[in-house]
């Protein structure tokens, strides 16, 4: 008699759920984890929750260990991967991970650089190209996006960050985790991306990376996590836990964090790894005695995997005898870290693509990195229209970055090459000519403190139509540990500026920083000054075309441009205080009358010494083009708790050249149960416009958009008067009003 189909495959399940082979077609990864659960001793689930930094045959082979980081030779990746698929007993395929931070082979720019192109689409596709690399590269785990908020230009790690916005931040952590883990050559689910670092790492105290992050309860809730958030609800299949701490709970220890909100709140069914030995150091910031305790701490607060550090491995068994953690728990962080393997397809395919050198630096890729370049700077002054430049002029290529190849790879490019770069000397060079360019760096690096080559750089400047300067950093002054109390330009770098401005010929600065760095001394100076940041492999034809018109600017700052250090921490949506300055109340130091008495100054929230607000605000960004805005709309004046709000206006560009402007939505609740900020990004759009042209922009809020923690903690939206804009950065705009009841 024939069998109905039907019972065969429902035999075969039951059958699959008592072996761990489920048909895979019809199974979940977590009835597949479940199934393979069901089959582990607990050595082998102890051997899952623990990542080891370089190879251990031994470990692979025998199950002892669930992923492998850092393994740079594909070669040794592969046998790893051979030796825990097809030696150990289970054939449970290992997680092997790298920071693929903006890039791989191909570095893009930096992540703040990235981010201040406020274009999803390239982000994502520029993700996508770093993780077809790294799986070329033996990996199928990058440790990013890193979406930490960071308002303090000082933190070196603002240069892994998308900034200071939660909004923008959490559609960039979307697009990069959803590039990441797009379809690709050799891997159908792609990499397993890694939001990090949860949470609230940017808050250290003076930038001081590692420090306490003394973020409140509300502020955690609407600024801190939205990020994190964000790049988990579009699929992030793991989380990496902060070193820092919150109001005295280490994050790698932290119920609440890990499973309160990532998994109650959020509903995370991924896997959380701790980050560099995290665990352990829950006793060096004193909240677990021993490495024993640590170990007990993490796993019972939703620490899925230990990176580095081995009290996992060390003391989960004597845990377990002792009660101190069930087999419960333990099973939950081994089914976390499986269904990450699964839902990756690495039962199916544990080898991915085969290496292939030629498989990196492909023309798309690199035009990929070199439009994120192009598209991530931020004009940031352009006095007289001097850019873009003729192609007839000849230049005077000036600074410690104008030929720098290992810089302006920026901080967090292992896997780059400095060969691969080409410098914005060798992109003009062949834009221009060599005849045409006149090269003298003044200074052989960013912290030089030799003046020895300006009279070279001065000579140079004379001969030539326009100086073009790049200063900034060097990338080891940006990046983890690497926080700056200072944050001019380092070294003679003002000095150099300041010779070259003296001689009168037109100076372009174009600096390739890690962070938005203070030269409130050069502002004045020079005509022209365009913020690059550390653009990558393809960060020199990038320049060469911005400069010189075949590009044009559309970047936007997602920092606040800092006019000095001490303004630190500053951010555009910040709370009013009971005392706000507004533009007119600033005097300048210098105008203060001697002998005045102490109530002579205006009682603002202000320094004395310099105003409350950036030298550039968040959100702000030239063109080439001429760009105004007219014709607000709110299509109501008023809407209920389920209304709908469209808002709109009308963007010309009035000039002689083509522009991309990035119009930008922001509201302010105008009172609220709690204090609100001044302002805050609820939307943007990139808007082409020719010559002449105009483009009406919408944009729609709903009452879930205007959400926040009230004052009892509860979350959500509250009635009341709103006043919104539609701007070009979030210090302007056309500013409409409307009410939600
Ligand atoms: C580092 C960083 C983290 C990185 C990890 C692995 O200390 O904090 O961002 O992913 O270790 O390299």
């Given at each position: 008699?024939?069998?109905?189909?039907?019972?065969?495959?429902?035999?075969?399940?039951?059958?699959?759920?008592?072996?761990?082979?489920?048909?895979?077609?019809n199974?979940?990864?977590?009835e597949r984890?479940?199934?393979?659960?069901?089959?582990m001793?607990?050595?082998?689930?102890?051997?899952?929750?623990?990542?080891?930094?370089?190879?251990?045959?031994?470990?692979?082979?025998?199950?002892?260990?669930?992923?492998?980081?850092?393994?740079?030779?594909?070669?040794?990746?592969?046998k790893?991967?051979?030796?825990?698929?097809?030696?150990?007993?289970l054939?449970?395929?290992?997680?092997?991970?790298?920071?693929?931070?903006?890039?791989?082979?191909?570095?893009f720019?930096?992540?703040?650089?990235?981010a201040?192109?406020?274009?999803?689409?390239l982000?994502?596709?520029?993700?996508r190209a770093?993780?077809a690399?790294?799986?070329?590269?033996?990996y199928?785990?990058?440790?990013?996006?890193?979406?930490d908020?960071?308002?303090?230009?000082?933190?070196g790690r603002?240069?892994?960050?998308?900034?200071e916005?939660?909004y923008?931040?959490a559609?960039?952590?979307?697009?990069f985790?959803?590039?990441?883990?797009?379809?690709?050559?050799?891997?159908?689910?792609?990499?397993?991306?890694?939001?990090k670092h949860?949470?609230?790492?940017?808050?250290?105290?003076?930038?001081?990376?590692?420090?306490?992050?003394?973020?409140?309860?509300?502020?955690?809730?609407?600024?801190?996590?939205?990020p994190?958030?964000?790049g988990?609800?579009?699929?992030a299949?793991t989380?990496?836990?902060?070193?820092?701490e919150?109001?005295?709970?280490p994050?790698?220890?932290s119920?609440?964090?890990?499973?309160?909100?990532?998994?109650?709140?959020?509903?995370?069914?991924g896997?959380?790894?701790?980050?560099?030995?995290?665990?352990?150091?829950?006793?060096?910031?004193?909240?677990?005695?021993?490495?024993?305790?640590?170990?007990?701490?993490?796993?019972?607060?939703?620490?899925?995997?230990?990176?580095?550090?081995?009290?996992?491995?060390?003391?989960?068994?004597?845990?377990?005898?002792s009660?101190?953690?069930?087999?419960?728990?333990?099973?939950?962080?081994?089914?976390?870290?499986?269904r990450?393997?699964?839902?990756?397809?690495?039962f199916?395919?544990?080898?991915?693509?085969?290496?292939?050198?030629?498989?990196?630096?492909?023309?798309?890729t690199?035009?990929?990195?070199?439009?994120?370049?192009?598209?991530?700077?931020?004009l940031?002054?352009n006095?007289g229209?001097?850019?873009?430049?003729?192609?007839?002029?000849?230049?005077?290529?000036?600074?410690?970055?104008?030929?720098?190849?290992?810089?302006?790879l920026?901080?967090?490019?292992?896997?780059g090459?400095?060969?691969?770069?080409?410098?914005?000397l060798?992109?003009?060079?062949?834009?221009?000519?060599?005849?045409r360019?006149i090269?003298a760096?003044?200074?052989?690096?960013?912290?030089?403190?030799s003046?020895?080559?300006?009279?070279?750089?001065v000579?140079a400047?004379k001969?030539?139509?326009v100086?073009?300067?790049f200063a900034?950093e060097?990338?080891?002054?940006?990046?983890?540990?690497?926080?700056?109390?200072?944050?001019?330009l380092?070294?003679?770098q003002?000095?150099l500026?300041q010779?070259?401005?003296?001689?009168?010929?037109?100076?372009?600065?174009v600096?390739?920083?890690g962070?938005?760095?203070?030269?409130?001394?050069?502002?004045?100076?020079?005509?022209?000054?365009?913020a690059?940041?550390?653009?990558g492999?393809?960060?020199?034809?990038?320049l060469?075309?911005l400069?010189?018109g075949?590009?044009?600017?559309?970047?936007r700052l997602?920092?606040?441009?800092?006019?000095?250090?001490?303004?630190?921490?500053?951010?555009?949506n910040h709370k009013?205080?009971?005392?706000?300055?507004?533009?007119?109340d600033?005097?300048?130091?210098?105008?203060?009358?001697?002998?005045?008495?102490q109530?002579?100054?205006?009682?603002?929230?202000?320094?004395?010494?310099?105003?409350?607000?950036?030298?550039w605000?968040?959100?702000f960004?030239l063109?080439?083009?001429k760009?105004g805005?007219?014709?607000?709309?709110?299509?109501?004046?008023k809407?209920g708790m389920?209304?709908?709000?469209?808002v709109?206006?009308?963007?010309?560009?009035?000039?002689?050249?083509?522009?991309?402007?990035?119009v930008?939505?922001?509201?302010r609740?105008?009172?609220?149960?709690?204090?609100r900020?001044?302002r805050?990004?609820?939307?943007?759009?990139r808007?082409?416009l020719?010559?002449?042209?105009?483009?009406k922009?919408?944009?729609?809020l709903?009452?879930e958009d205007?959400?926040?923690?009230?004052?009892?903690?509860?979350?959500?939206?509250?009635?009341?008067?709103?006043t919104?804009?539609?701007?070009?950065?979030?210090a302007s705009?056309?500013?409409?009003?409307?009410s939600?009841e």
């Amino acid at each position: 008699m024939k069998t109905p189909r039907f019972s065969l495959l429902a035999a075969a399940s039951v059958l699959g759920l008592f072996t761990g082979i489920l048909p895979a077609q019809n199974a979940t990864p977590d009835e597949r984890a479940r199934a393979m659960l069901a089959r582990m001793t607990t050595e082998e689930k102890i051997g899952q929750i623990q990542q080891i930094h370089g190879p251990d045959e031994a470990a692979a082979s025998e199950g002892r260990v669930g992923s492998f980081l850092n393994i740079v030779d594909p070669a040794i990746s592969m046998k790893l991967q051979r030796e825990a698929v097809e030696q150990s007993r289970l054939g449970i395929p290992l997680l092997l991970g790298r920071d693929v931070i903006h890039g791989f082979r191909t570095v893009f720019p930096i992540p703040l650089g990235t981010a201040c192109t406020w274009d999803d689409d390239l982000a994502r596709e520029g993700a996508r190209a770093a993780a077809a690399e790294a799986a070329v590269g033996g990996y199928n785990w990058t440790f990013s996006p890193m979406v930490d908020i960071s308002r303090d230009a000082r933190w070196g790690r603002i240069a892994e960050s998308f900034g200071e916005d939660p909004y923008l931040s959490a559609r960039m952590a979307a697009a990069f985790v959803e590039g990441y883990q797009s379809p690709m050559p050799g891997r159908p689910k792609g990499i397993a991306a890694c939001v990090k670092h949860f949470g609230g790492y940017g808050a250290a105290e003076a930038g001081r990376d590692y420090g306490s992050t003394p973020i409140p309860p509300r502020e955690l809730n609407d600024v801190y996590l939205k990020p994190y958030e964000g790049g988990v609800k579009a699929g992030a299949l793991t989380v990496m836990s902060a070193f820092n701490e919150l109001d005295g709970v280490p994050c790698t220890g932290s119920h609440f964090l890990l499973t309160e909100v990532l998994r109650q709140r959020w509903g995370f069914e991924g896997m959380v790894v701790s980050d560099w030995e995290s665990v352990v150091e829950l006793t060096t910031h004193g909240f677990a005695k021993d490495h024993r305790e640590a170990a007990m701490r993490a796993i019972n607060a939703g620490l899925d995997m230990e990176m580095t550090s081995h009290s996992y491995r060390d003391y989960m068994a004597d845990l377990l005898a002792s009660g101190e953690v069930s087999m419960a728990t333990l099973d939950e962080r081994v089914l976390a870290i499986l269904r990450v393997k699964y839902a990756l397809g690495l039962f199916e395919d544990p080898y991915g693509p085969a290496f292939d050198a030629k498989k990196y630096l492909l023309p798309e890729t690199l035009a990929l990195a070199q439009r994120t370049a192009e598209e991530g700077a931020v004009l940031l002054k352009n006095e007289g229209d001097l850019l873009p430049l003729g192609k007839g002029v000849t230049v005077a290529v000036v600074g410690p970055l104008a030929d720098a190849a290992h810089e302006q790879l920026g901080t967090w490019a292992p896997d780059g090459r400095d060969a691969d770069a080409v410098t914005p000397l060798a992109a003009l060079r062949v834009k221009l000519g060599a005849d045409r360019v006149i090269y003298a760096p003044g200074l052989t690096y960013s912290r030089d403190a030799s003046t020895g080559g300006f009279a070279a750089a001065v000579a140079a400047a004379k001969k030539a139509d326009v100086v073009l300067c790049f200063a900034g950093e060097e990338s080891l002054l940006s990046g983890e540990a690497h926080s700056r109390a200072d944050i001019t330009l380092p070294g003679e770098q003002e000095a150099l500026v300041q010779a070259l401005a003296a001689t009168g010929k037109p100076v372009v600065l174009v600096l390739m920083t890690g962070r938005p760095v203070a030269i409130e001394n050069l502002r004045g100076k020079v005509p022209a000054i365009l913020a690059a940041f550390h653009g990558g492999t393809m960060a020199g034809p990038a320049l060469a075309n911005l400069l010189f018109g075949d590009a044009s600017p559309s970047g936007r700052l997602t920092v606040s441009w800092p006019m000095a250090s001490g303004q630190e921490p500053i951010y555009y949506n910040h709370k009013s205080s009971g005392r706000p300055a507004s533009y007119g109340d600033f005097v300048p130091i210098e105008k203060i009358p001697q002998g005045q008495l102490q109530t002579s100054l205006g009682f603002k929230n202000s320094h004395i010494d310099l105003p409350p607000w950036p030298a550039w605000p968040f959100g702000f960004g030239l063109t080439y083009g001429k760009i105004g805005y007219s014709d607000l709309e709110l299509s109501a004046k008023k809407i209920g708790m389920d209304g709908v709000l469209t808002v709109s206006a009308t963007v010309t560009n009035s000039g002689a050249r083509a522009a991309t402007e990035v119009v930008q939505l922001y509201v302010r609740d105008d009172y609220g149960c709690v204090t609100r900020p001044v302002r805050e990004l609820k939307g943007y759009e990139r808007v082409s416009l020719a010559p002449g042209e105009s483009k009406k922009v919408s944009f729609t809020l709903r009452p879930e958009d205007l959400s926040f923690t009230h004052i009892d903690m509860a979350m959500g939206p509250e009635k009341g008067t709103f006043t919104v804009w539609i701007a070009p950065d979030s210090a302007s705009g056309l500013e409409g009003h409307f009410s939600l009841e």
